[in-house]
């Protein structure tokens, strides 16, 4: 049986819709700057380097993703960007500010749980909030609204533990645009939940973006996680960590669960797998001794 | 019921199980004590005599050697003599579960022998005191002093090395001292409980803190935290519920110090009381005041213990997930999903610039 690819439309064609689109994005002012920002590990320049110099420009509500194969830095760079890091060289402008340090600016969804074990749901929500030295009753109130929002008021007063892996990260969703932050910046936050979480928070956080005026920088390995939820897709490289290029989603929006199935996303798709899965790595043979006994081979 | 139901390794026992063996782990030390105490043929090395017979150093209620009194008997029957009589019991000092458990009560109702000596409840009292004010000081010095080596490496870099030299000299070698310039009254006891109990205190609490989580600090930072707000709204509670588990263990190593510490300078407490009763040869009593350490210990461990899970609730997880994310549907599709839960337009943004709502004037090419 021979195998005929389908005839997929090129990635770069964008119906008039989304063209307009990022035409509109394009104009909004620009909420980050990144300027030859680049971060070796180790020091006297023989280190490892964590990712070359990039630059990118975010607009504001843009929703972007960054995807790359483990070790190509992409964690690194959210968390420079987050200030959890520094940075080797060059720059990131938060509205025309250089960043230095974490903030409260950017807010940030981890992927292990990081709610406070001590604080109940709606006290994990009001966290931020009484850091920035609003009273109690207006943070409560205010946490009440965000975790209305996220579906979770019932469980305002539970224990992070009583809750499972997608009701935690709603509430760390929450705690973090509880603060109103510029950008809110996700590493690989549905990494831990099953399949069918993901989909389900996927589809949580797109309906929460477009309620929120909130510019996300989102990091993933998942193809179709990068599919669905971004406007911009930053693919990212090994060895050296780098920016292969910073593709524009055409699949129209809203999006849903259907349109993995539409031409656009195949063609994205296959894309993504081109410069992710480079063929050198693809191709390589396994030498394997062999343990079987059976006459029967198996393909 | 199989042996790997028992003794399967890891494998949990269910609380019938794990009951029955709490009792056997008293049971059991009981049971070797009575028959010990009890079965004449076990041990019993003395003879009590009850007969001197024809033995002239021999009187009534006299204890002595089985083999002594074997030979004197041989020797007697030799001679002629009568033969004298006894029978096996243990050494005084070696008392029988019922008579430790009586004196439990008889050592409270008994009145001193001499009006100067403190009655049981007040040498209980006053080695409670001791070991208070000694945990407390410590604590007052030790706790901020720990927290502060766990959370900065300045302070750790510049106590710990001490600390850790500091605390290999054994508490009760500064005895004398403690003496020497504090008296012969309670300071220097309470000196040593603090000296035995401080320095471990800092190094332990400083390895609690030390074990705080990252990912929490750098999701308070992310928040806003910083400084000083970070170690209390942080650091603190999150460390807090396992702080208090070192404290009761550190208070364990306290009560350890105690009769050290009652030995220097005057005797004092439930010491004075022990040193006092086997003097008298009251060994019952002495069994009861070394047990009622036991109980006092015990019970003020499971008293905290207990606290600790009124205090800190989250630390109870013993409760499953409140609800299970997902229901077992075969397929998950995103119009389901919009009707399942679709949020309430709470905070709704304040330029609304997605593609299937108006734009604004001012984002039109």
């Known amino acids: 049986m021979t195998f005929t690819p389908l005839k997929l439309p090129d990635y770069h064609e964008q119906n008039p819709e989304v063209a307009a689109r990022f035409r509109r994005i394009r104009e909004r002012p620009v909420v980050m700057k990144v300027r030859d920002l680049h971060k070796t590990f180790g020091t006297n320049g023989h280190g490892h380097v964590a990712f070359e110099k990039m630059s990118l420009d975010v607009h504001r509500r843009e929703f972007i993703c960054i995807i790359g194969p483990s070790g190509c830095g992409k964690s690194t760079f959210i968390r420079i960007v987050a200030g959890l890091e520094d940075s080797s060289g060059g720059e990131i402008l938060i509205d025309g500010h250089p960043v230095s340090g974490p903030g409260p600016d950017r807010g940030m969804v981890f992927q292990g749980y990081t709610l406070f074990p001590w604080r109940t749901v709606k006290q994990n929500v009001m966290f931020g909030l009484k850091m920035r030295g609003q009273d109690t009753s207006t943070a409560d109130a205010e946490a009440r609204q965000w975790l209305d929002m996220v579906g979770l008021s019932k469980f305002e007063g539970a224990y992070p533990h009583e809750l499972s892996g997608g009701m935690k990260q709603r509430v760390a969703i929450a705690r973090a645009l509880a603060n109103e932050p510029r950008i809110l910046l996700m590493d690989e936050p549905f990494g831990a939940l099953d399949a069918l979480t993901r989909c389900k928070m996927q589809s949580y956080l797109m309906q929460i973006w477009k309620k929120v005026d909130v510019t996300v920088l989102f990091i993933t390995h998942d193809l179709e996680e990068a599919c669905y939820l971004a406007d911009r897709i930053v693919v990212m490289g090994t060895n050296p960590g780098r920016v292969l290029e910073v593709i524009e989603n055409p699949m129209p929006r809203p999006r849903s669960m259907d349109q993995l199935i539409s031409p656009e996303f195949l063609a994205l798709k296959h894309r993504l797998d081109e410069l992710i899965h480079s063929p050198a790595e693809t191709e390589e043979k396994l030498h394997l001794i062999k343990l079987t006994q059976a006459g029967d081979e198996v393909e | ?365």
């Not at chain 2, 009655?119 to 720990?146: A, K």
């Not at chain 2, 999701?219 to 519920?241: D, Y």
């Not at chain 2, 397929?331 to 949020?343: F, G, N, Y």
């Open chain 2, 1 to 365: 019921m199989g042996l790997r139901d028992w003794l399967g390794l890891r494998h949990e026992l269910p609380q019938r199980r794990r009951l029955v063996l709490t009792i056997l782990s008293f049971v059991i030390p009981l049971a070797v004590w009575s028959i010990v105490s009890y079965v004449p043929w076990i041990w019993h090395p003395l003879i009590r005599v009850t007969d001197p017979g024809g033995v002239d150093y021999f009187m009534n209620g006299m204890e002595i050697d089985r083999a002594a009194f074997a030979r004197e008997s041989a020797n007697a029957t030799k001679a002629g003599l009568k033969v004298p009589q006894g029978y096996r019991v243990n050494p005084v000092y070696f008392q029988p579960p019922h008579a430790v458990a009586r004196a439990f009560y008889t050592a409270f109702t008994t009145p001193p022998l001499l009006p100067t000596e403190p009655w049981l409840y007040q040498s209980l009292g006053h080695s409670i005191r001791t070991i208070f004010w000694g945990f407390v000081t410590s604590s007052i010095l030790g706790l901020p002093l720990g927290i502060l080596c766990g959370t900065y490496r300045f302070f750790a870099k510049l106590q710990e090395p001490f600390i850790e030299f500091f605390r290999y000299l054994p508490a009760p070698a500064f005895g004398a001292l403690c003496v020497a310039v504090l008296g012969i009254d309670d300071p220097p006891k309470i000196a040593i409980i603090f000296i035995g109990t401080f320095f471990q205190q800092v190094l332990v609490i400083g390895n609690t803190v030390r074990k705080v989580d990252p990912a929490l600090i750098e999701a308070a930072q992310t928040l806003g935290a910083k400084g000083w707000r970070l170690l209390v709204n942080v650091v603190i509670p999150a460390t807090i519920a396992d702080i208090y588990t070192d404290m009761r263990i550190l208070l364990g190593w306290a009560w350890t110090y105690l009769i050290v510490a009652e030995v220097v300078g005057t005797m004092s407490g439930i010491t004075y009381f022990i040193y006092q009763q086997a003097r008298y040869r009251h060994f019952d009593n002495v069994y009861a005041a070394i047990g009622m350490i036991g109980v006092i210990g015990l019970t003020t461990d499971m008293t905290l213990s207990w606290l600790g899970t009124v205090l800190f609730p989250w630390k109870r997880r013993t409760r499953k997930a409140a609800r299970p994310e997902h229901k077992a549907l075969p397929a998950v599709l995103a119009d389901t999903l919009e009707k399942e839960s679709s949020p309430p337009a709470s905070k709704t943004a304040t330029t609304n610039l997605t593609s299937n709502s108006p734009q604004p004037a001012t984002a039109k090419a």
